[in-house]
């Protein structure tokens, strides 16, 4: 089976700049998305195929994707972004598969 | 602006067969290349892809519940239902459907709804 990584945990200050890493084998040459979910609600996609941004995603959430890590950037941390995050991955063997979260407190 | 609603008994006992049933609203579920999928949630743990279905009946479920898990689609009435037999307490989640718009990506989602397995 195919297993993504994520830190359980990262602190970012308001203002400043979180990175969330995801770490699968080969994971550059598959799609990564990213999803937000805060307490009691279902989740939201922030990013797709590695980097692009639904409509309404603030352009403060980026991602990037190489190697065997992929990475969603947060610039300019406010606090309505303290949420837990999940990378998910998607290729034809596996489907889909989920990473097992980050919570990001903005402290 | 597309919708999608869980449904279904709000208790399940063990051994028996979880069903729900997805709505769709705002939107065909006969739509060319999307996908319709369902994911759970254990409380306090992470996400979990169950399976999906194309609107011509297409099925494909993830490996460790395949034995367990049937989709299906009713494109009459623009749903998509599951059922997940000889559950556990171990399947108790919040349970959500999704739309996938080809971009192997969930885009919507249902407000979700929780299932304990218990007697």
């Known amino acids: 089976s195919y297993e993504l990584t994520q830190s359980p945990s990262v602190s970012v200050s308001p203002g400043q700049t979180a990175s969330i890493t995801c770490s699968g084998d080969?994971?550059?040459?598959?799609?990564v998305c990213w999803y937000q979910q805060k307490p009691g609600q279902s989740p939201v996609l922030v990013v797709y195929?590695?980097?692009k941004r639904p409509s309404g995603i603030p352009e403060r959430f980026s991602g990037s994707n190489s190697g065997n890590t992929a990475t969603l950037t947060i610039s300019e941390t406010q606090a309505m972004d303290e949420a837990d995050y999940y990378c998910q991955t998607w290729d034809s063997s596996i489907f889909y598969v989920f990473g097992t979260g980050t919570k990001v407190t903005v402290l | 602006q597309l919708q999608l609603r869980e449904s279904g008994p709000g208790l399940v006992k063990p051994s028996e067969t979880l069903s729900l049933t997805c709505s769709v609203s705002g939107g065909s579920i006969s739509t060319t290349g999307d996908y319709w999928g369902w994911l759970r949630q254990p409380p306090g743990k992470g996400l979990e892809w169950i399976g999906s279905?194309?609107?011509?009946?297409?099925?494909y479920y993830n490996p460790s519940l395949k034995t367990r898990v049937n989709i299906s689609v009713d494109t009459s009435k623009n749903q998509f239902s599951l059922n997940l037999t000889s559950v556990t307490a171990a399947d108790t989640a919040v349970y959500y459907c999704?739309?996938?718009?080809?971009?192997?990506?969930?885009?919507?989602w249902g407000q979700g709804t929780l299932v304990p397995v218990s007697s």
């Open positions: 080969k994971l550059g040459d598959k799609y």
């Open positions: 195929q590695d980097h």
């Open positions: 999704a739309r996938d718009h080809g971009r192997n990506s969930f885009d919507y």
């Open positions: 279905i194309y609107y011509s009946g297409s099925t």
